[in-house]
């Protein structure tokens, strides 16, 4: 080694380390914003399933309500009632289906499923023509409802095989 290499060696050793950039993500360096990604991603994966499983589900029993309807067995004056409990059946199994998945949460990500279904019953209404109005209200209130009540019940739901490895032998 020349001298000069030399001197630049020994100049490095004996500067200070500079800080790292803020942005830096270094072992032991990492943000909260960093911690907090892959949770809300994964809740957002759940909502996401949960919708389109409540979906799925929608479109079958509308399948079986419009095949009734054609051959005359469902009054016309009860679609608007049999439209609510469709909504609320959606925003159930939207909200437990994705409590389920989360495992946590289940109140809020229940009220985000329905808040998203009644969004997207919104539109298909709006789209055919419909006004919004007093029943639409009641529907998304109803849809609301089901959806915190059942994200609630996902996540604390058991089954029987779970339970019956916590019984105690005597």
Avoid at 1 to 29: C, E, I, V
Avoid at 70 to 87: D, E
Wanted: aromatic share 8%; hydrophobic share 50%; proline share 3%.
């Amino acid at each position: 080694l020349d001298s000069r290499t030399r001197g630049d060696f020994f100049m490095l050793q004996n500067k200070k380390k500079a800080s790292p950039p803020k942005n830096w993500r270094g072992k032991g360096n990492v943000r909260e914003a960093d911690k907090a990604r892959p949770v809300f991603n994964a809740r957002m994966k759940a909502v996401g399933w949960g919708c389109l499983i409540a979906v799925a589900v929608g479109g079958i029993l509308l399948c079986l309500l419009s095949i009734l309807m054609a051959g005359g067995k469902v009054p016309i004056w009860a679609i608007k009632g049999i439209g609510l409990a469709v909504g609320c059946v959606m925003a159930a199994v939207a909200a437990f289906s994705c409590a389920r998945f989360s495992r946590q949460d289940g109140f809020f990500l229940g009220l985000l499923c329905a808040a998203i279904l009644y969004a997207v019953c919104l539109l298909c209404a709006l789209s055919i023509g419909e006004r919004p109005d007093l029943w639409g209200l009641i529907k998304l209130l109803s849809m609301l409802l089901c959806g915190c009540i059942f994200g609630s019940v996902g996540v604390n739901a058991v089954s029987y095989t779970h339970l019956r490895a916590h019984e105690t032998s005597l």
